[in-house]
């Protein structure tokens, strides 16, 4: 059941990705012919290649540079896919165009933030699983949607919703299969997940590449979505530790009868104490009180402030990556399968890594990684066939990127006490949000108008202290999970940082 659990992340990077194949660039050699009067009287009707209509511009009297001919002007006669990029006029970097088109695709990202601080709230008030159950019909009727989809707003509309679903859904069943397993496959069970996620890139790069309409491209990213996950609803129950902090250690029961009857053993349920129950008689769950105890507890606040940063920086790195494949590698289907196989690599180095090092030490050796990358990525040095040392850089990048996505999540599972699980979750992966909005623009617009050892170099500052922040963190890897924030402090205790 949980390892069927994992199968939510295989639909993660159509919903995240798809943008890219919908919106699909004319290329310079594609054939064109006019279809309007203005067009035409310029132009004429026959079919050309030449000049690419990007380059035909004309410049108002205040200066202003604008294309000479819009999407209504001209008809592309041998692109293989529809593209929302030529239907809404943002395939030109002429005046706001290309800013308009990475905003479709940061769209989701605000969405997700919105949605995850919802989230939080909704997973230690209403439950994992029944908060899941309804984000998932609901991002199945948002990506049906797209079929109706004409109009610029409308996708920024099911951008933004898919983001705000999505990302509720995947984060409920994280929370749901971490806190369903021992700590000893705990690791096992988080780098599953990001395994199965990098499954899903060959996934969306075939739908991008068999799929002739970028409005039913988003029809196939929703059955995929609602295929895989619908295992929640007849095999899965709500977690026995959400139970005992809402005080109902006989739901908890209930639940942990549930998961008995999947295995072989035999356990007396009926006289059994749970131990950690006596922790939560007094206690109220709610919001404010997740508040009062970061006030209460300091080290619950370092920690979930900690945990914040680098959700906020693994997400820009992450998200920059692969919003950039576009601009990184000379073709587009091989970047988003190449990043598949660096994130199955991530999954087989870094699950080991993790078991031997632990947590901590695990994270900073990545982040360490990454830094060293960036700093490689600085030289303009081609290769050739469209390839350069920043193109080669940046798939390894990605695979250490990656797996410091599944350390994070691992460990602000393990760091936070059961009352505020979802609640750091929901801050944590709230504020990566941020960064995924942020990563694009750094990749695609910040670095051809400066020099490109600025985002670069800054990237690898970023990691640097992505480093550090995860030497500070406490090392929960030979720890169980704890129950409230009183706990936090207790963990903390003589504890001593060691590289």
């Known amino acids: 059941m949980i390892v069927a659990m994992s199968l939510v992340w295989i639909g993660g990077p159509s919903s995240v990705y798809i943008t890219s194949f919908a919106a699909l660039t004319p290329k310079k050699n594609d054939t064109w012919r006019c279809v309007s009067e203005k067009c035409i009287s310029t132009m004429g009707n026959e079919s050309r290649t030449t000049p690419y209509p990007c380059e035909y511009v004309q410049a108002d009297e205040d200066g202003n540079v604008d294309l000479v001919f819009g999407p209504e002007d001209i008809e592309w ?42 989230g939080g709230y909704l997973f230690d ?35 933004f919703f898919q983001g705000f679903l999505e990302f509720i859904t995947t984060t409920a069943i994280i929370i749901l299969q971490l806190e369903l397993v021992s700590n000893k496959y705990r690791n096992l069970i988080n780098g599953l997940g990001g395994l199965f996620w990098a499954f899903g890139y060959p996934i ?22 609602l295929v895989t996950r ?8 709500e977690s026995p530790r959400f139970y005992l902090v809402k005080r109902d250690p006989k739901s908890a029961k209930e639940s942990f009868k549930f998961l008995e009857s999947l295995t072989t053993a035999n356990l007396d349920l009926e006289h059994t104490k749970i131990v950690d129950e006596g922790k939560t008689e007094s206690r109220t769950q709610n919001l404010g009180q997740q508040l009062k105890d970061l006030i209460r507890y300091p080290s619950l606040l370092k920690e979930t402030f900690l945990v914040t940063f680098l959700w906020f920086c693994i997400a820009m790195f992450f998200y920059g990556f692969n919003f950039g494949w576009g601009e ?40 360490m990684l990454a830094s060293l990358i960036f700093l490689l990525a600085i030289p303009e040095v081609e290769i050739g066939g469209g390839w350069s040392l920043e193109s080669i850089c940046c798939l390894f990048g990605v695979t250490f990127v990656a ?44 670095k051809p108008v400066t020099h490109r050892a600025v985002p670069f170099g800054g990237l690898a500052i970023i990691s640097f202290l992505c480093a550090l922040a995860a030497f500070l ?27």
């Not at 970028?214 to 929703?222: D, P």
């Not at 619908?230 to 129950?237: G, M, V």
């Not at 587009?332 to 031997?356: M, T």
Request: with cysteine; aromatic share 14%; glycine share 10%.
């Open 77 to 118: 006669t041998e692109m293989k896919h529809t593209s929302f990029a030529v239907e809404f006029d943002v395939y030109c970097d002429v005046g706001p165009r290309k800013m308009k088109k990475t905003l479709i695709s940061s769209m989701y990202f605000p969405g997700a933030l919105i949605g995850l601080i919802l």
């Open 125 to 159: 008030n209403v439950g994992r699983r029944a908060t899941a159950m309804v984000t998932i019909i609901s991002s199945f009727l948002v990506h049906l949607s797209a079929v109706f989809c004409h109009d610029f707003n409308f996708l920024l509309a099911i951008r």
């Open 204 to 225: 969306v790069s075939a739908i991008g590449y068999l799929i002739p309409s970028w409005n039913y491209m988003y029809v196939a990213a929703a059955v995929l979505g």
């Open 230 to 237: 619908l295992n929640l609803f007849f095999f899965a129950r």
């Open 328 to 367: 990184i590698v000379p073709d587009l289907y091989i970047g988003y399968v190449v990043s598949g196989c660096g994130e199955s690599i991530a999954f087989f180095v870094v699950v080991p890594l993790i078991q031997k090092t632990g947590r901590r030490r695990a994270m900073m050796i990545l982040h």
């Open 403 to 446: 797996g410091c996505f599944t350390g994070i999540y691992l460990m602000t599972g393990e760091v936070a006490p059961n009352s505020h699980r979802g609640f750091m979750y929901g801050v944590g992966s709230g504020a990566a949000r941020i960064g995924s909005f942020i990563g694009p623009y750094i990749f695609n617009n910040l």
């Open 473 to 499: 963190l406490v090392e929960t890897g030979d720890k169980e999970m704890i129950c409230v924030a009183a706990d936090v402090e207790t963990r903390r205790k003589g504890y001593k940082y060691r590289l």
